[in-house]
């Protein structure tokens, strides 16, 4: 069974810059997660679909952070314009409606430098 | 106060080693509570579940304490392929939103 996917897997760009963010889901799952982390620190949701509905958003930065899963399946997270403190790998997680909500699959990550 | 806490570490212990982290968690509505390991750049990946009544995995033994709100995980006979950042996990709400501690790093030396 193919994991999460991500890409790019590394961006550097530099500060008031846009950059996006990719994630395709495992096969079947409604639920996409997006996380923020920054180095020495856990991961820390930004925002939660299930389907192509948010289901939390409550820790997006809304004046710059944008996120969408139009058709349900694979999802982009947009920043815009980035700071130096978005500095952070992004991970991407899902999960099935038919498994405990703790079974997150996680992928590799998108590494993010601001300079 | 952080929502869950862990020791930073890092643990440096040698193979054959048994070692112990613990972490707390603040709030007490939190009704799940998991040990994630993730190792050094590397995408996190879920260890196993704590459950009240305590639970094992082979040489990993999970405990949690509701009352005083502390979770541990206790691994026996250390491998050096035990060496990652372990990362302990609560989740409350009904979206089942996963709250993560900053983790703790294990290096096993030989």
């Known amino acids: 069974e193919a994991g999460v996917a991500q890409s790019p897997r590394y961006k550097i760009i530099e500060k008031r810059q846009s950059v996006a963010f990719w994630c395709n889901p495992i096969s079947g799952h409604a639920t996409l997660y997006w996380y923020q982390q920054i180095l020495g620190q856990g991961p820390k949701l930004l925002i939660q679909f299930q389907n192509n509905g948010v289901v939390d958003d409550s820790q997006l930065p809304k004046d710059r952070f944008s996120a969408e899963r139009l058709k349900g399946v694979d999802s982009t997270l947009k920043i815009q314009p980035a700071k130096l403190e978005d500095s952070a790998v992004y991970l991407c997680?899902?999960?099935?409606?038919?498994?405990?909500?703790?079974?997150?699959?996680f992928g590799p990550g998108t590494r993010l430098t601001v300079t | 106060r952080k929502e869950v806490e862990q020791d930073p570490g890092p643990f440096n212990v040698p193979e054959g080693a048994t070692v112990a982290f613990n972490c707390t968690y603040s709030n007490s509505a939190s009704q799940s509570f998991f040990w994630y390991r993730q190792d050094c750049r590397k995408e996190p990946k879920l260890l196993m579940s704590?459950?009240?009544s305590g639970n094992e995995d082979g040489r990993f033994t999970a405990q949690l304490n509701r009352a005083s709100q502390y979770i541990s995980l206790l691994i026996r006979d250390s491998k050096l392929s035990d060496s990652a950042t372990y990362l302990c996990v609560v989740n409350f709400g009904s979206q089942g939103n996963l709250i993560f501690g900053k983790g703790t790093k294990l290096s096993v030396k030989p």
């Open positions: 704590v459950y009240s």
């Open positions: 997680a899902s999960s099935s409606l038919e498994t405990p909500t703790y079974e997150q699959y």
